[in-house]
């Protein structure tokens, strides 16, 4: 007589003791074999509904924690904003705004971040410059005359050169080459020859901005960073003028106040 194995399929002879193909054992006394499944392996089905239930519960658990700490966070970075703006916010928000001498409002605002739009704009070309008063030449390697201010060198300088005062109601007055409606200016403030002439030098960190019979008094950061005034409409003009009316002090107790370089771009 022939049986089947279970386990493989295959057929052969019930004398047998075990499958001659898989080498299962056929049970004593039966043409049945033993059954080989791994009953360790087996899974009550009846608590798959329970887990299920708990699984889901637990990720509601969760992003609801999630969702809340985010919520919060928000809260306080939204009231930490109010309080304190960024440092580009901050610069802006300190430009004040002057009502032209003439009938239109024109404003102007400082900002540490270049306008996205300024290379659709020209840098006009200074002629010449003057200044209220300069430091005098100590060799000839450094001297600060006005037309330092405007030579595309931030190293260079103009310093003010009056020894009875920290730098206030000094004025620096560049003349272009022509009349030109002038929408940025871009400026370097303080002695930019490094970090530590920097910091001793006196900067400007308000000036009276005079261009077109127009005034502006406009404030700045105290940060050897590049900084943009941006006028709300172009202003005619042939000439800028910079005057000094705050400061910040700087270390080394020579009260020379210095202008680096001065940029400016027209329509």
Not at 78 to 104: E, G, K, L, R
Not at 167 to 184: F, V
Not at 216 to 236: H, K, L, N, W
């Amino acid at each position: 007589m022939k049986v089947i194995c279970k386990e493989c399929g295959e057929q052969f002879d019930d004398s047998a003791s075990f499958c001659p193909y898989c080498g299962i054992p056929l049970e004593k006394g039966s043409n049945k074999f033993p059954d080989t499944r791994d009953k360790k392996n087996t899974f009550d089905t009846k608590y798959t509904p329970l887990i299920a239930g708990i699984c889901f519960l637990s990720l509601v658990a969760i992003l609801g924690c999630f969702f809340w700490v985010l919520r919060q966070y928000h809260s306080v970075t939204d009231a930490a904003s109010a309080t304190s703006p960024a440092a580009n916010d901050t610069v802006s928000s300190m430009a004040a705004t002057v009502t032209a001498n003439n009938a239109a409002e024109l404003t102007a605002k400082t900002s540490l971040t270049m306008p996205n739009d300024i290379d659709n704009y020209h840098k006009v070309s200074f002629s010449s410059g003057d200044a209220s008063s300069v430091l005098e030449r100590v060799n000839d390697l450094y001297h600060y005359e006005p037309g330092r201010a405007c030579d595309n060198d931030p190293v260079t300088s103009w310093q003010e050169g009056n020894k009875n005062s920290d730098g206030q109601n000094e004025w620096l007055e560049l003349h272009l080459e022509e009349s030109r409606p002038i929408k940025y200016i871009a400026l370097c403030l303080g002695n930019w020859r490094d970090i530590s002439r920097y910091e001793g030098n006196n900067r400007p960190t308000e000036m009276r901005i005079t261009l077109g019979g127009t005034s502006f008094t406009v404030q700045f950061a105290d940060v050897m960073e590049r900084q943009y005034i941006t006028f709300s409409e172009p202003v005619e003009t042939d000439s800028i003028r910079f005057t000094i009316t705050d400061v910040v002090v700087g270390t080394n107790g020579d009260h020379d106040c210095c202008i680096s370089e001065v940029t400016a771009y027209s329509a």
